[in-house]
């Protein structure tokens, strides 16, 4: 990208977004070439949904059809949704940027007029956007068709329910690059931080289990981390389960979430460039 | 692979297998603080798997008909034979890699079965502690149900184990096969390694007919931990099987075999074919 | 294609080929072509040869040796390996070759150097004693004592590849194939490597099969070259023998004692370059026209020759030429 000469903020500003912008597409585009992999991944998406439907519609039905606001229908928009958001949302702890940090390659990407926490959180959403098409929708739609499900009537749950998917991938990135990938300034070895990230992230983001359903105790737990922004948050507002009041708050909760993941990001990432600095790479 | 060995004792025929493992052991536990936190992260594992199950029993007493502690039985047989299958098979999914390295090549060069080798190449020590859950959770399992004990009980017991881990590891071994074929898609294979693992842990009374077609006989996970548990417990299995159909646990493994063996044939061929 | 006639037919050739052939289907956009990676190759090596095995990137090489150790099958056409069938006979023929990969590694990245062999040794069967005084022999000619304790993963690329030629060594096989085995050392570090190789051959009289794009190697331990073309068999011979076949020139570097013009006029060479104003002079000759004791001659009666020198004829230009003049 050409540097132009600094202008009036409103045109750096639009400046700035056409450059993330471009980088969101360029992480968009490269994902699609892992259409393959995208395959096997809604075949798992399925596979899991419907061991999914099964277990936890015999809970509800075991409760007497309702449990926790949830019935079966509201139960299997929940699992359908947050199997879709499996690709996108992640929960796996893998970030590409992580090993470039860990391996000091990153002191060139810091020689660049970009912001390397912003690149890499913008690459990431940019892969996680393009696996909306081929496993999110698909996986939704073959929960619609197959098992049936709960659709909110109020569109604003629908509009909500984009930002809110929108946020919660940002989220994820954001959380990965602070916990996985920011420490690899300092520490030789990440597997582990991954390995942690990985099995806590999908617990108490309610992939398995609505976080409503744990006992009252983990609930609070769970929702005194980021996991829940990541894809619970979502679900509940994509599944109507909460109006639009309930939606704002939970939306709230995600950007203030948001804010708090990415400067805490951003100040490691000034912390480790100084540390490399001062290693000389 | 038509070639035998050379003829040489038993012993001979295992040292090359031996020296590898022994030595992959070795490096795995050398650095201790490390190897420390790869067991807490492992045995970490194990125990949310648990508790998703728990966290249901939270709200309700019985799932598919059966309580926490009967599904507790279920889980621990199912887990612990899964935990240990994956710490002595689970690098089969790494075949993608060792295909792009060219390790599977290195394999061709040496005199012993490519398969054997391939199981033989490394062992995840590490895996042990997550098979400590499943251990005590099937421990815990045996002794707070109501289970009428006899010698065929505790022989079921054994061998519910032996054929459960048998089964995992032909489901690795399967999608190891698979892979030669899928390179890019390693997870379709894990929808139905990782995806029966998880079926596996599940009271199987609460699966459609479509799911006991898949999960219940083709990849037969509901004979790894769920059906020898019904027999255990004197309860009826589903679907209106037979109450010792447990029993076939061990027809089930040699089943799982044969597709993995086959899968793994297959994928040898189209390997050498030059496909790969 | 060389002639066969001279009596090679009463041992049992390390590798022989017939008619081996080998098709790839690949996919090209919508449509599905077949690609010809080997393509007819009749070839017979006899125990003791040591074969270099040339050709441009892609030419066949990688997948004629996946045929002769069996890791592919052929489309058509026989090979035998040490009297084996590669595919069916797999395990017994891993028993006698040894290959090396310049790509990909046969040891144990997190292990020593030590360890590796010693799994090696377990895995081919070797007992304590032959174990023993193989890998002394190995450390000792391939002065490897100084890191055999060492992680594989810490090694330089040199160490690291004589520890690869050493493990594809150790059981002592009738058969080695090299693959690229100089491919990014440095000029110490692959004179080191040919020297062992050379030395191996002489006391042990295994076969070498090489395939490289270093003519370094192939001049210092080839005694016959094989070149390949799109699949096809080249060439087949020795080394002057293949300079010939193209016809090479040899060049002659005279410095002089004074500034001379050019020497044009020089019968049977060619004038190729003069430097300083005429005090270095490179002249081409065809060594089948003339020699370069002729030529100094020649020179002599122009000017007084101080120094010279004469190049060998480029053989990555040779077979270059071979491509060239095979192309329709």
């Given at each position: 990208?050409?540097?132009?000469?600094a202008g009036p903020?409103?045109?750096?500003?639009?400046?700035?977004?056409r450059?993330?912008?471009r980088?969101l597409?360029?992480g968009?585009?490269?994902q699609?070439?892992y259409?393959a992999?995208?395959?096997?991944g809604?075949?798992a998406?399925?596979?899991?949904g419907?061991l999914?439907?099964?277990?936890l519609?015999?809970?509800?039905r075991?409760?007497?059809?309702e449990?926790?606001?949830?019935?079966?229908?509201l139960?299997?928009?929940?699992?359908?949704?947050?199997?879709?958001?499996l690709?996108s949302?992640?929960?796996?702890?893998r970030?590409?940027i992580?090993?470039r940090i860990?391996?000091?390659?990153?002191?060139v990407?810091?020689l660049?007029?970009l912001?390397?926490q912003?690149a890499?959180?913008?690459t990431?959403?940019?892969?996680?956007?393009?696996n909306l098409i081929?496993?999110?929708i698909p996986?939704v739609?073959i929960g619609?068709?197959?098992?049936?499900?709960a659709?909110?009537?109020?569109?604003a749950a629908?509009?909500?329910?984009?930002?809110?998917?929108l946020?919660?991938i940002?989220?994820?990135?954001a959380t990965v690059?602070?916990?996985?990938?920011a420490?690899?300034?300092?520490?030789?070895e990440?597997r582990?931080?991954q390995?942690?990230y990985?099995v806590v992230?999908?617990?108490?983001a309610?992939l398995?289990v609505p976080?409503?359903?744990?006992?009252h105790?983990l609930?609070t737990l769970?929702?005194?981390?980021?996991f829940p922004s990541?894809m619970?948050y979502?679900?509940?507002?994509?599944s109507?389960r909460v109006?639009?009041?309930g939606?704002?708050v939970?939306?709230?909760?995600q950007?203030a979430?948001?804010v708090?993941v990415?400067?805490l990001g951003q100040?490691?990432?000034?912390?480790?460039r100084?540390?490399?600095e001062v290693?000389?790479g | 692979m038509?070639d035998t060995v050379?003829?040489?004792?038993l012993?001979d025929?295992l040292?090359?297998?031996?020296?590898v493992?022994a030595?992959?052991?070795r490096?795995?536990?050398?650095?201790?603080?490390?190897?420390?936190?790869d067991?807490?992260s492992?045995?970490?594992?194990?125990?949310?798997e648990l508790?998703?199950?728990?966290?249901?029993f939270?709200?309700?007493?019985e799932?598919g008909?059966?309580d926490?502690?009967?599904?507790l039985?279920?889980?621990?047989l199912?887990?612990?034979?899964f935990?240990l299958?994956?710490?002595?098979f689970g690098h089969?999914?790494?075949?993608?890699t060792?295909?792009?390295?060219?390790t599977?090549d290195v394999f061709y060069?040496?005199p012993?079965?490519?398969?054997?080798q391939l199981?033989?190449?490394d062992i995840?020590?590490?895996?042990l502690?997550?098979?400590?859950?499943?251990?005590t959770?099937?421990t815990?399992?045996?002794?707070?149900?109501?289970?009428?004990?006899?010698p065929?009980?505790?022989l079921m017991v054994i061998v519910?184990?032996i054929s459960?881990y048998?089964?995992?590891?032909?489901?690795?071994?399967?999608?190891g096969?698979?892979?030669f074929f899928?390179?890019?898609g390693a997870e379709?294979t894990n929808a139905?390694v990782?995806?029966?693992?998880?079926?596996a842990?599940?009271?199987?009374?609460?699966?459609n007919?479509p799911?006991?077609?898949v999960?219940g006989?083709f990849?037969?996970?509901?004979?790894?931990?769920?059906?020898?548990?019904?027999w255990?417990?004197?309860?009826e299995p589903?679907?209106g099987?037979?109450?010792?159909?447990?029993?076939?646990?061990?027809i089930?493994?040699a089943?799982?075999w044969a597709?993995?063996?086959?899968?793994w044939r297959?994928?040898?061929?189209h390997y050498?074919?030059?496909?790969g | 294609m060389?002639d066969?006639t001279?009596?090679r037919?009463a041992s049992?050739?390390?590798?022989?080929?017939?008619?081996?052939t080998r098709?790839f289907?690949?996919?090209?956009g919508?449509?599905?072509?077949?690609v010809?990676?080997?393509?007819?190759?009749?070839v017979?090596?006899?125990?003791?040869?040591?074969?270099?095995y040339?050709?441009a990137n892609?030419?066949g090489k990688?997948t004629?040796?996946k045929m002769?150790t069996?890791i592919?099958?052929?489309?058509?056409?026989?090979v035998t390996t040490c009297?084996?069938r590669?595919?069916?006979?797999?395990?017994?023929?891993?028993?006698?070759v040894?290959v090396?990969?310049g790509q990909?590694s046969?040891?144990?990245?997190d292990?020593p150097?030590?360890?590796?062999?010693r799994?090696?040794?377990?895995?081919?069967?070797?007992?304590?004693a032959?174990?023993?005084?193989?890998?002394?022999?190995?450390v000792e000619r391939?002065?490897?004592?100084?890191?055999?304790g060492?992680?594989?993963?810490q090694l330089?690329?040199g160490?690291r590849?004589?520890a690869?030629?050493a493990a594809a060594?150790l059981?002592?096989?009738?058969?080695?194939v090299?693959?690229?085995?100089?491919?990014?050392?440095?000029?110490?570090?692959k004179?080191r490597?040919?020297e062992f190789?050379?030395?191996e051959?002489?006391t042990?009289g295994?076969t070498l099969l090489l395939?490289?794009h270093d003519?370094?190697?192939?001049?210092?331990l080839c005694?016959?070259i094989l070149v390949i073309?799109r699949g096809?068999?080249?060439y087949?011979?020795d080394l002057?023998?293949?300079?010939r076949?193209?016809?090479a020139?040899r060049v002659l570097?005279v410095?002089?004692a004074?500034?001379?013009p050019?020497?044009?006029g020089?019968?049977?060479?060619r004038?190729l370059a003069?430097e300083?104003?005429g005090?270095?002079q490179?002249?081409?000759?065809?060594?089948?026209a003339t020699t370069a004791?002729k030529?100094?001659a020649?020179?002599?009666?122009?000017?007084?020759?101080?120094?010279?020198?004469?190049?060998?004829p480029?053989?990555e230009?040779?077979?270059r030429?071979i491509y060239?003049?095979r192309r329709p």
């Open positions: 990208m050409r540097a132009a000469p903020s409103g045109v750096r500003v639009l400046r700035v977004l450059v993330y912008g980088i597409v360029a968009f585009r490269r699609s070439a259409l992999a995208a395959f096997g809604l075949v998406n399925t596979m899991f419907l999914k439907v099964a277990i519609f015999a809970t509800v075991a409760a007497g059809g449990l926790e606001g949830y019935d079966v229908a139960m299997s928009t929940y699992i359908w949704v947050s199997q879709g958001l690709g949302v992640n929960l796996f702890g970030i590409d992580a090993d860990k391996d000091g390659d990153v002191a990407d810091f660049r007029p912001d390397v912003a890499a959180i913008t990431e959403v940019g892969r996680s956007l393009f081929p496993r999110g996986s739609l619609g068709l197959v098992v049936g499900m659709l909110p009537d109020d569109p629908y509009l909500l329910g984009a930002l809110s998917i946020l919660g940002t989220v994820s990135a690059y602070l916990v996985v990938a420490p690899g300034f300092w520490l030789v990440t582990g931080l390995l942690l990985m992230s999908g617990f108490l309610g398995f976080i409503w359903i744990f006992p105790w609930e769970a929702q005194a981390t980021p990541m619970m979502p679900v509940d507002i994509v109507g109006d639009t009041s939606a704002l939970l939306v709230a909760a950007v979430w948001l708090g990415a400067a100040v490691l990432t000034r912390a480790g100084r540390h490399l290693q000389g | 038509a050379p003829p040489t004792g012993r025929r040292r090359p297998y031996r020296a493992l030595s992959r052991a490096s795995q536990t050398s650095y201790r603080a490390s190897f420390t936190l067991l807490a492992s045995l970490l594992i194990g125990v949310v508790a998703e199950i728990w966290v249901l939270h709200s309700v007493t799932i008909g059966l926490f502690a009967q599904v039985l279920v889980f621990g199912a887990d612990l034979c935990s299958a994956d710490m002595s089969c999914d790494n075949l993608p060792y295909l792009r390295a060219g599977l060069l040496r012993q079965p490519l398969l054997l199981v033989t190449s995840s020590l590490r895996r502690s997550r098979a400590l859950v499943g251990a959770a099937l815990v399992g045996l002794v707070v149900n109501d289970i009428a004990w006899s065929a009980h505790v519910a184990v459960g048998a089964t995992f590891a032909g489901m690795f071994v399967w999608a096969g698979a892979q899928l390179i890019e379709t139905f990782y995806g029966g693992r998880y079926a842990t599940q009271p199987a009374s609460v699966w007919r799911l006991w077609a999960f006989f990849f037969p996970m509901a004979f790894t931990g769920f059906l020898p548990a019904l255990l417990l004197g309860i589903p679907y099987l037979p109450d010792g159909v447990g029993w076939c646990a061990p089930a493994a089943w799982t597709w993995a063996l086959l899968s297959l994928g040898v061929r050498q074919g030059g496909g | 060389t066969q001279n009596d037919t049992v050739p390390i590798i022989e080929t017939t008619g081996l098709e289907r690949v996919r090209d919508l449509h599905r072509r077949t010809v990676a080997v393509d007819d190759l009749t017979r090596i006899e125990p003791g040869e040591a074969v270099g040339i050709g892609g030419a990688s004629t040796i002769l069996g592919l099958v052929p489309s058509r056409g026989s009297g084996l590669p595919v069916q006979d797999r395990r017994r023929l891993a028993r006698q040894g090396v990969f990909r046969q040891l144990w990245w292990l150097v030590r360890e590796s062999f799994i090696l040794a377990a895995i081919h069967d070797l007992s304590a032959a174990e023993h005084e193989r890998t002394d022999e190995l391939l002065e490897m004592a100084d890191f055999l060492q992680p594989v993963r330089s690329l160490q590849m004589r690869e030629v060594l059981h002592s096989p009738r058969l080695v090299l693959d690229e085995p100089t491919i990014g050392l440095d000029v110490l570090a004179q490597l040919r190789l050379v030395a051959r002489r042990h295994t395939t490289t003519m370094g190697d192939v001049e210092r005694d016959r073309d096809r068999l080249a087949d011979g002057p023998g293949l300079s076949t193209v016809g020139e570097v410095d002089l004074a500034p001379t050019d020497l044009t020089i019968a049977a060479t004038h003069s300083g104003g005090l270095r490179r002249l081409a000759f065809d060594a089948e004791a030529v100094l020649a020179v002599s009666d122009h000017a007084e020759v101080l120094d010279l020198t004469v190049e060998e480029d053989i230009d040779v077979v030429r060239a003049s």
